[in-house]
T-cell receptor, first 116, second 111 residues
Framework: EAQVTQNPRYLITVTGKKLTVTCSQNMNHEYMSWYRQDPGLGLRQIYYSMNVEVTDKGDVPEGYKVSRKEKRNFPLILESPSPNQTSLYFC???????????????FGEGSWLTVV | RKEVEQDPGPFNVPEGATVAFNCTYSNSASQSFFWYRQDCRKEPKLLMSVYSSGNEDGRFTAQLNRASQYISLLIRDSKLSDSATYLCVVNPGDSNYQLIWGAGTKLIIKP
């Protein structure tokens, strides 16, 4: 079954305590990305990766890091979380190009992160 | 002006009615268009791609108006299960992999 798995699903943490949200996909997709979703703002891209060892900033990268050492994994790292990073986070993957069939974006179930 | 704009709603619609909502985009070079559905606190899922000639999938019809730079989604014979937030997604055309997401239109179908 095609799947994007992210963990943890729910987390409450304190300001400044480093955390990592893991993301794994089983579809051999080249393209992976992280989004955050806040009320009234829709999905905003944090970082994306077009393939192994290729990552780039999205629209809201400040305060986040990512790595893509393997094709299937794309962890999101918050080195020093702050309350304004409280949000719902989604990992997503798809084939690289939007052209042609099979361009569906697959999302993980989301990670609710609260920073106090 | 936002690159992709949607009326946030909510649209409160009786079951069985027809409802339509639009999404406007600012970049005339935009290439690909999609509608995603998101249930409360869940991940978005692809509802349908939007093709230049318009396309239909059961009770759902999507249309593209390039001249006025908007896409639309029409839902006929609405069901309670159609209650969700509908997200408009646009590829702005300057690459074949980037996407811009609208903030979504919330639809509530009432019995």
């Amino acid at each position: 079954e095609a799947q994007v798995t992210q963990n943890p699903r729910y987390l409450i943490t304190v300001t400044g305590k480093k955390l990592t949200v893991t993301c794994s996909q089983n579809m051999n997709h080249e393209y992976m990305s992280w989004y955050r979703q806040d009320p009234g703002l829709g999905l905003r891209q944090i970082y994306y990766s077009m393939n192994v060892e290729v990552t780039d900033k999205g629209d809201v990268p400040e305060g986040y890091k990512v790595s893509r050492k393997e094709k299937r994994n794309f962890p999101l790292i918050l080195e020093s979380p702050s309350p304004n990073q409280t949000s719902l986070y989604f990992c997503a993957s798809r084939k690289y190009s939007l052209e042609g069939p099979g361009n569906t974006i697959y999302f993980g179930e989301g990670s609710w992160l609260t920073v106090v | 002006r936002k690159e992709v704009e949607q009326d946030p709603g909510p649209f409160n619609v009786p079951e069985g009615a027809t409802v339509a909502f639009n999404c406007t985009y600012s970049n005339s070079a935009s290439q690909s268009f999609f509608w995603y559905r998101q249930d409360c606190r869940k991940e978005p899922k692809l509802l349908m791609s939007v093709y230049s000639s318009g396309n239909e999938d059961g009770r759902f019809t999507a249309q593209l108006n390039r001249a006025s730079q908007y896409i639309s989604l029409l839902i006929r014979d609405s069901k309670l299960s159609d209650s969700a937030t509908y997200l408009c997604v646009v590829n702005p055309g300057d690459s074949n992999y980037q996407l811009i997401w609208g903030a979504g239109t919330k639809l509530i179908i009432k019995p």
